[in-house]
């Protein structure tokens, strides 16, 4: 299994310009989210989804849509950068249990600089 | 909504000492508790995880935490630091499902860095 992947791992962009991230995982996880991480902040949940069409919103939602057409895909499309989206983006996939969440399985991460 | 609360944001310890990294948790019901370590450009590895089974849980690379209900808490520790335990520090909750349905989130905390002195 190749786990959760990420794509890209660096990348650069202006102000004002739109990309997705993509993230997809090959383990069958129905839960699939999506973090942003800055120094001292800790993980911050940007969205996340808990199957195949189903997303909802997390801390930090703005600025970014996501959708989730398969089980294994779920990118995250900024729509207009700003360079308050500095950022490094994790994304995670778990499955649920009869007492909550399993542990969460991440991607490598992506690095985003927005000037 | 759950928080968790990670006192602090850098601990350093010498090498050989004991390593105590705090985690306490808000809920009234025991949600299930993970500890995550991060590597300098690295994404996020599990250390341990509880899921109400022992209360003290063993991980990978000679840590271990122990649930402790009446203080809300999920300390994690080692014996003995090594150098290569350098590295930042997640403590995380799951809601209990029984109280968020099928939409149980993660939350995170917000990390604390461990410095090991030769």
């Known amino acids: 299994n190749a786990g959760v992947t990420q794509t890209p791992k660096f990348q650069v962009l202006k102000t004002g310009q739109s990309m997705t991230l993509q993230c997809a995982q090959d383990?069958?996880?129905?839960?699939m989210s999506w973090y942003r991480q800055d120094p001292g902040m800790g993980l911050r949940l940007i969205h996340y989804s808990v199957g195949a069409g189903i997303t909802d919103q997390g801390e930090v939602p703005n600025g970014y849509n996501v959708s989730r057409s398969t089980t294994e895909d779920f990118p995250l499309r900024l729509l207009s950068a700003a360079p308050s989206q500095t950022s490094v983006y994790f994304c995670?996939?778990?499955?649920?249990?009869?007492?909550?969440?399993?542990?969460?399985?991440f991607g490598p991460g992506t690095r985003l600089t927005v000037t | 909504a759950q928080s968790v609360t990670q006192l602090g944001s850098h601990v350093s310890v010498s090498e050989g000492a004991l390593v105590l990294l705090r985690c306490n948790y808000s809920?009234?019901?025991?949600?299930?508790l993970f500890w995550y370590v991060q590597y300098p450009n690295q994404g996020l590895q599990l250390l341990l995880k509880?899921?109400?089974?022992?209360?003290l849980v063993k991980g990978i690379n000679g840590f271990e935490a122990e649930f402790k209900k009446s203080e809300t808490s999920f300390h994690l520790t080692k014996p003995s630091a090594h150098m290569s335990d350098a590295a930042e520090y997640f403590c995380a909750v799951s809601d209990p499902a029984a109280y968020t349905g099928a939409n149980s989130k993660l939350t995170f905390g917000k990390g604390i860095t461990l410095s090991v002195r030769p």
């Open positions: 383990m069958n996880h129905e839960y």
């Open positions: 509880y899921t109400s089974a022992a209360t």
């Open positions: 995670a996939s778990s499955y649920r249990t009869s007492g909550g969440l399993s542990e969460q399985y």
């Open positions: 809920s009234s019901v025991p949600p299930y």
